[in-house]
């Protein structure tokens, strides 16, 4: 693989000719403004060479292809789509990106921003941040499709995250903004004051878009009419299949077709793992009995051929869906008839057996991925909830070096040592991810307050310490001064101040 391709040529340094991969031939001429002059022709010349490396299963170096020919025309739709197909299938293998491919784009110029902004993106689909700063260098650039392409997609990104970002959906305001698309600037600004609706401020500027949008005509607001923007785009056909097989709510027919289509390229290439995966994603994802019934049996006989344990974790993923889905109906069933103690027993050996299911899951997932620390988290919380807090801890004082799961690993790691009354450790577990978290009044603040307050009563209550007491006094009246109702904090700010009265009484 040449992947020096793409890198800038050194001073003397001849172009590449039309050998088997295009070189870059230097970099795309430049309109005014600095914006990039298309150049449609070389950049047919990469995209021909991409198609062949992803028809060879080569993903990497083809989404290296599709990129350079976007570095050569970056209106195209065409390269533009087919780099995140490639990217799909290069995702599906479970590599790494190369260092080579990395280093191709790391000019400084805005195109080449752009460019490393997709792979970015394209290799960490769930990025909703890398998914705003390619939309930003789109916009940048002028690119008015390619904008509003991204731009839906990265709306999505935001909108998935566990909490979304009011100020990434701001900043897709602006980037919508700059290429005229009034209606998802709207739809960006309406997410953003969902978030917080008391910015009136914001709340006035998406009724002034509004207004905009409502006057835009034969522009984005007419897609799919007759002049309207989107009818631009060259293959119709393929762009309904790339964005069924991306919606997270598909119709019935969208399903059929995506499992048929999936379904006929895993049975031209049975052994090929993107083949594999993407054929037993669609099953699942269409749920029939006989859906899920074939994927156990694709993912079985793939883990037996490939020894990849992807398939193996995905099959297990089915299988205790399968299995949460019996546990629900003992929960209905038991639920039902609330007297009937029988129904009770049944429900709860179906919770026990599905517990011990979940951590047998994860443990083989931890064993294959040994250094994968949100494993380990999710391993912990499985052990948490099964009652055995002191292999919990053992994970969650693992698992809490992983940033993404700092705070939720501290929160947890507090809590079970409340569980085996170490309350000194619990106590300074609680302090480190107050600090680590900073933002004490949202519900991850709330949850770790009141573990705080929880220990800090009991190590009051077991010590007569008056101290310690009123420490505890003071977080309970915070916590309720927010939110009153919170769990049992207003009894335990009564028993607590019972405590401190009783304290300087001295009794």
Request: charged letters at 35%.
């Amino acid at each position: 693989m040449n992947l020096g391709l793409f890198g800038r040529k050194k001073p003397g340094e001849q172009g590449a000719g039309d050998g088997d991969a295009p070189g870059q031939n230097g970099p795309p001429a430049r309109g005014s403004g600095g914006a990039p002059q298309p150049s449609p022709d070389k950049a047919a010349h990469f995209f021909n060479h991409a198609k062949t490396a992803h028809e060879t299963a080569n993903y990497e170096y083809a989404m290296t292809l599709w990129l350079g020919g976007l570095r050569q025309d970056p209106t195209s739709m065409r390269g533009l789509e087919a780099f995140f197909e490639s990217c799909k299938y290069f995702l599906a293998e479970e590599k790494k990106l190369s260092k080579e491919a990395r280093k191709s784009f790391e000019g400084r110029e805005d195109i080449e921003r752009y460019l490393n902004a997709l792979l970015e993106w394209g290799t960490d689909p769930f990025d909703a941040a890398s998914a705003v700063k390619a939309a930003e260098y789109a916009s940048k650039l002028g690119l008015l499709e390619p904008t509003y392409w991204i731009g839906e997609r990265a709306l999505g990104a935001i909108a998935r995250e566990k909490k979304p970002s009011k100020s990434l959906f701001k900043k897709m305001i602006e980037h919508f903004v700059k290429v005229g698309a009034y209606d998802k600037a709207v739809e960006a600004g309406n997410a953003a004051v969902r978030l917080d609706p008391t910015d009136g401020q914001l709340a006035a500027e998406i009724r002034n878009l509004s207004a905009q949008a409502t006057m835009a005509k034969g522009g984005y607001d007419q897609t799919g009419q007759a002049g309207g923007f989107r009818q631009n785009i060259r293959d119709l056909d393929k762009q309904r299949r790339l964005e069924e097989g991306e919606r997270i709510v598909k119709t019935e027919e969208a399903l059929d077709r995506l499992v048929t289509e999936a379904e006929a390229d895993y049975r031209s290439r049975s052994e090929d793992p993107a083949a594999i995966s993407v054929y037993a994603k669609r099953l699942m994802e269409r749920g029939r009995p006989e859906d899920e019934k074939r994927a156990r049996e694709v993912l079985k006989k793939a883990f037996e051929v490939t020894k990849q344990v992807r398939f193996r974790e995905m099959e297990g993923t089915l299988r205790l869906r399968l299995a949460a889905r019996k546990l629900a109906k003992y929960r209905e069933d038991a639920q039902a008839a609330p007297h009937n103690p029988k129904l009770a027993e049944l429900h709860r050996q179906a919770q026990a057996q599905y517990a011990q299911m979940e951590i047998d899951e994860y443990k083989l997932r931890v064993e294959a991925y040994p250094t994968d620390l949100g494993l380990k988290f999710e391993l912990g919380k499985r052990y948490f909830e099964h009652g055995d807090a002191e292999k919990a801890i053992e994970l969650f004082q693992v698992s809490q070096d992983d940033a993404k799961h700092r705070v939720e690993s501290l929160k947890y790691l507090g809590q079970a040592f409340q569980r085996i009354n170490w309350i000194d450790e619990s106590i300074q577990t609680f302090r480190q991810a107050l600090d680590v978290h900073k933002v004490p009044t949202d519900d991850t603040g709330m949850e770790l307050r009141y573990g705080l307050l929880v220990s800090l009563q009991a190590k009051a209550e077991a010590e007569r310490d008056q101290s310690i007491a009123e420490e505890a006094d003071k977080l309970a009246s915070t916590i309720a001064i927010q939110q009153i109702g919170y769990k049992d904090v207003r009894a335990r700010r009564d028993a607590i101040k019972k405590l401190i009265a009783e304290l300087k009484k001295g009794e």
